[in-house]
């Protein structure tokens, strides 16, 4: 518990030094994604991802300070035609440089799903903070919708069990369809700290508004 308050006490004390001195964007980039992702260690195992966000600027002279997206996501486990996993959360996070972002966030989570060993499905809920890096580089600089490479890396530490749960390594590309539609296709690895490993392919459709 008293881990939640300092981390909690640290994200309010990030924003509030800030806000004396910027302001929000007016208009709010609204994100719809709907994706697959199989799993190519473990036959049976396929999710339908659904991912609702909304992404906030905070500005200062008109460079971007940081990022807030409030977002929810539900991953649904096909074969068991069950929600696996649900999470809801906020991320605080900004562009270190134009192609390396880093943002940290804080979510709930709410899921049934094999967790600590292969087909064994665990009910349970916790909170979790989630460090992410995420590096880019845009294919072509002249086209107005590019395609872009990415990697990410994803570390989660959940506050019940008091230690890292999972580390997860992304890498694949991004092709903008026009200016509110994009496809994503990707490889991951998803190394469950002390437990299993998984390698799954993943792809994409967003909608942005």
Not at 52 to 63: H, R
Not at 159 to 185: C, H, M, S, W
């Amino acid at each position: 518990m008293k881990l939640k308050v300092i981390y909690l006490s640290s994200l309010i004390l990030l924003l509030s030094g800030h806000c004396v001195f910027a302001d929000w964007n007016s208009r709010p980039v609204i994100r719809l994604m709907q994706g697959y992702r199989n799993d190519f260690r473990e036959d049976n195992h396929e999710l339908y991802i659904s991912r609702f966000s909304f992404t906030m600027d905070y500005f200062s002279e008109k460079k971007s300070l940081f990022k807030i997206t409030p977002f929810f996501e539900l991953r649904r486990n096909i074969q068991r035609e069950q929600w696996e996993r649900k999470e809801a959360g906020i991320e605080i996070g900004m562009d270190i440089f134009k192609w390396l972002y880093l943002g940290e966030s804080i979510q709930k989570i709410w899921a049934q799903e094999d967790c600590l060993y292969r087909q064994v499905y665990e009910k349970r809920d916790h909170l979790e903070a989630e460090t992410r890096l995420y590096l880019s580089h845009n294919l072509s600089s002249t086209k107005p919708y590019s395609p872009k490479v990415f990697v990410l890396n994803e570390f989660a530490y959940e506050f019940d069990k008091g230690a890292a749960v999972r580390n997860e390594l992304a890498a694949g590309i991004i092709i903008p369809l026009n200016r509110y539609l994009e496809t994503q296709l990707n490889w991951r690895h998803i190394d469950r700290i002390r437990y299993y490993d998984s390698d799954t392919a993943e792809a994409s459709v967003t909608l942005i508004f």
